[in-house]
C-alpha cells in the first residue's frame, strides 16, 4: 500500500493524518497516511528513507518547511515564492519535487467555500514571516487590485514585497506598511498570518480598518474563536478561521500525489467536530 507522511516537530497534534484519511475513504484511494516526528539535523536524511519504496509522498510542516525547499530538485513557482515547501513527492525521473500549497489553500477556501471575490480588492496582510509569504503569490494571481503587507518592523515587510515582486504581474499593487502608518482607510479583507491571536494577542491596527463589508480572516484555528476573529467581530466586520485554509491546502497535496481532488464540505464539518469534541 503506498505510504505517506506529515513531517514536523511537534508532530503529535496534527489533523492531517485524520484529513487524508477522511480524503482516502471518500475517493476509495488505496493508501496510509502517518505523523513522523521530524529530527534536527537528520531532516533530510529522513525524507530520503520515507520516500522510497512504498513512500510515495510527504507534508512538511514546522520547522522544516525551508528545509524542504532546499532539499527538492525541482520547485514548483509557488514554492519558489514563498521559500519554503509544504508538499513533496518523486516525479518519474525519481527527482524530488516541491510544492507550497498554502496559498492555494487560502485562496480556494475564500473563493469557493466562501464565495469571496477577490478580484480588484484591496488587501491587508499582517505579518512578514514565514505564513505571510506563502499566500502572497496566489494573492496576487487570484487579482487583488492592492496587497499591503503590513508588520511592526517595516524592515521585514520591505524584505518580502522586494522578494516577491518579480513575481507580482504589477508590482505597483504590492506594497510594504508598518503597523503604525496603516492609517484608517477600510480594507476589503484583512488576513492575519501571525500567531499571535492564539496567545490573545492582537496586531497593534485600527480598528477604523475594518467596516462592515471588510471580511477578516485568521489563518490560525482553533475549537473557540480567534483573539482576531472576535475582535474583527467587535469592529462589525465578518470573520473567519483557517480551518478550511488547513483542509484545502491539504486536498490540493492529495490531489498532486493521486491525481483525484477530493470533496472537502464533508472533511471540514468532520474537522469542526473534532475540534469541538477535544
Known sequence: MDQYWVIGNPIAHS?????HRLFAEQTQESLNYAPLLGEEGRFAQQVQEALQ????GMNVTLPFKEQAWALAEVRSQAAQAAGAVN???RDEQGRLCGDNTDGCGLVTDLIKNHHVMLSGQRVLLLGAGGAARGVVLPLLQAGVAELVIANR????AETLVNDLAPFA?????LHACAFSDLGEAPFDLIINATSAS???ALPAISTKLVSTHTLCY?????AEPTAFCLWAEAQGGRALDGLGMLIEQAAEAFYIWRGVRPQTASVMQALRQALQNV
Open 198 to 200: 492564539l496567545q490573545g
Open 218 to 222: 485568521d489563518m490560525m484555528y482553533a
Open 15 to 19: 489533523k492531517s493524518p485524520l484529513i
Open 87 to 89: 508538499t513533496l513527492w
Open 53 to 56: 519504496g512504498s513512500g510515495k
Open 153 to 156: 518592523t517595516l524592515s521585514k
Open 169 to 173: 504581474l504589477n508590482a505597483a499593487r
